[in-house]
């Protein structure tokens, strides 16, 4: 009977029951499936959604949505959430275009006073958050608050304009592909690399996933969890100079539509909630769904409010079927039967 065990357990099982497996083992295997689904149907929505043209004017927003989430993986990595993107990437953008504009102060400047002010929220944040344990949500919803009021009184209710040199790296492209979605790219797969393979990164998900077993370990746990808004700040205010230089000319509030879309890319992208596992890769695969999706309904002639109606319910019933349990419909493995046998 043992010899039939071995011989049952070890037969291999059909693509079908593979791939059901699959889905339901890796937790970021359903953002590529999703993805190459959008892409698929795209042309029966709105045919002219999937020319070199759309593709071309949709590739630099789906960046931009991808260096963002990306900070909030981050966060989300170790258990919090960060309300603090619009804001930021306001800041950030004011810095490049209106005060670029009025005291004549260099680019280079201008981009290292943008990332300077998104670190600088990230640390009040996580300040707030590890050493006064402040929920983070109101932390960075009050840092929000914050960084809102100052992008008005900087730039006097008015928005400014990039440097043409600036806009013009924004909107060129390589072989084709968008400077800004290459480079988004770029940002993406080092950070990934560096949180997968460093030692400070290993040690940063450990954190994540259990404080207390880090302690123990002799991690730093306090560092680290501030370190993970300094980061996410740095990468929301990256996307919002990428975002203002791209439009030349930006809304005092290009950020708002990031607070929410971004939680949707680390949600569909397989991160855990309450921390400890996640890929930047997966939440940058939902970034490029998210914004397709949107092209898609909007070249459909929906209107904004439908397309993020179709947005959350998309995000709902991601979070739906991850509660589902595969095994009432499909038989994963055979071990209840050889038991019995």
């Known amino acids: 009977m043992s010899a039939l065990t071995s011989e049952t357990d070890t037969r291999p099982q059909t693509g079908h029951t593979t791939l059901l497996q699959r889905i339901r083992t890796d937790r970021f295997m359903p953002i590529w499936l999703l993805a190459v689904a959008v892409f698929v149907i795209s042309p029966l929505i709105a045919p002219g959604s999937m020319t070199a043209s759309a593709l071309t004017a949709m590739l630099p927003f789906a960046g931009v949505m991808a260096i963002a989430a990306l900070g909030q993986t981050l966060v989300i990595t170790h258990g919090g959430i960060d309300l603090s993107v619009p804001g930021v990437m306001a800041i950030a953008a004011v810095c490049v275009t209106k005060l670029a504009q009025g005291t004549g102060m260099s680019t280079l400047m201008c981009v290292l006073l943008g990332i300077a002010a998104g670190a600088l929220s990230g640390l009040v944040i996580g300040l707030a958050v590890v050493w006064f344990s402040v929920a983070a949500f109101v932390a960075s919803l009050a840092v929000n608050s914050l960084l809102t009021g100052v992008v008005l009184v900087l730039s006097g209710g008015f928005p400014g304009t990039a440097d043409p040199a600036v806009s013009a790296f924004a909107v060129s492209s390589v072989g084709g592909i968008p400077t800004l979605f290459l480079l988004a790219v770029v940002l993406v797969v080092v950070a990934h690399v560096v949180l997968k393979q460093s030692v400070a990164g290993r040690r940063f998900i450990a954190v994540g996933a259990g404080v207390p077993a880090a302690r ?8 680290h969890g501030v370190m993970a808004y300094v980061l996410a700040g740095i990468a929301y205010a990256t ?34 909630l309450r921390g400890g596992i996640s890929s930047i890769i997966a939440t940058a695969v939902a970034a ?54």
């Open 288 to 341: 490029l769904f998210l914004t397709q999706l949107g092209q898609v309904v909007l070249a459909a002639g929906a209107s904004t409010a439908m397309q993020l109606l179709i947005q959350a319910l998309v995000l709902a019933a991601a979070i739906i079927l991850r509660g589902v349990d595969w095994r009432r419909f499909v038989r994963l493995r055979p071990d209840s039967q050889t038991q019995k046998s």
């Open 216 to 223: 123990i370990a002799g991690i730093r746990t306090s560092t």
């Open 239 to 272: 996307a919002g100079m990428l975002l203002a230089a791209y439009l030349r000319t930006p809304d005092l509030q290009l950020g708002q539509s990031y607070q929410l879309t971004t939680i949707a890319a680390v949600v569909l992208g397989g991160t855990l």
